[in-house]
């Protein structure tokens, strides 16, 4: 079992809808949560970061954390064409020199 | 705007070259990462390193070794380029405060 777990969609929506995005981890010890969006041909860039359990939001993304199920999720509203990306989850049990787990990715698209 | 630069965005090499893929922060980031990035295996780290000099494996360090002679470059270095070597390469960088990897735009490296 990988100890992080991604759809990898590809999830398509309509322009303007609400998107959510989902990964499940094994690891108990995980508490600093990201999730990043990656365009085509280009390197993965930090979308949101988030320590323990909660919500973050910023703009139209919102950052959900739930360690008792060991899930997190990333809501996107009013979602627009340029949202389709690849969206990465990553988490690690610390800060500072730990390494980043990573999510398979979850391909979205939104048509107009 | 802070930045991980790496040197060629497309490389095509013979098999058996010696490859190298250059990578430099200007963040004074003491960590830096390099993966491989294979659709439906998502991001595979191959080394990493916590300080100048200092190098640690990753998940499949096999086939690669990386240098870090000074802080802001590590340069990840392919001994004998193989076909299944053909993939995009992602170097990251982070600072000991955490907060998440900035990645450069990736190396896509074709082996043929």
């Known amino acids: 079992q990988k100890e992080v777990e991604q759809d990898p969609g590809p999830l398509s929506v309509p322009e303007g809808a609400i998107v959510s995005l989902n990964c499940t981890y094994s690891n108990s010890a995980f508490q600093y949560f990201m999730w990043y969006r990656q365009y085509s041909r280009k390197g993965p860039e930090l979308l949101m970061y988030t320590y323990s359990s909660g919500n973050k939001e910023d703009g139209r993304f919102t950052a959900q954390v739930d360690k008792s199920s060991k899930y997190i999720s990333l809501f996107i509203r009013d979602s627009q064409p340029s949202d389709s990306a690849t969206y990465l989850c990553?988490?690690?049990?610390?800060?500072?020199?730990?390494?980043?787990?990573f999510g398979t990715g979850t391909r979205l698209q939104v048509f107009p | 705007d802070v930045k991980v630069t790496q040197s060629s965005r497309y490389l095509v090499k013979r098999t058996g070259e010696k490859v190298f893929l250059e990578c430099v922060q200007d963040m004074d980031h003491e960590n830096m990462f390099w993966y491989r990035q294979d659709p439906g295996l998502g991001l595979r780290l191959i080394y990493f390193?916590?300080?100048?000099?200092?190098?640690e494996k990753g998940d499949i360090p096999e086939g690669y070794s990386v240098s870090r002679e000074k802080k802001e470059r590590f340069s990840l270095i392919l001994e004998s380029a193989s076909t299944n070597q053909t993939s995009m390469y992602l170097c990251?960088?982070?600072?000991?405060?955490?907060?998440?990897?900035?990645f450069g735009s990736g190396t896509r490296l074709t082996v043929v």
């Open positions: 390193s916590y300080d100048v000099k200092m190098k």
């Open positions: 990553a988490m690690s049990a610390f800060a500072s020199t730990d390494k980043l787990i």
């Open positions: 990251a960088s982070s600072s000991l405060q955490g907060h998440g990897y900035t």
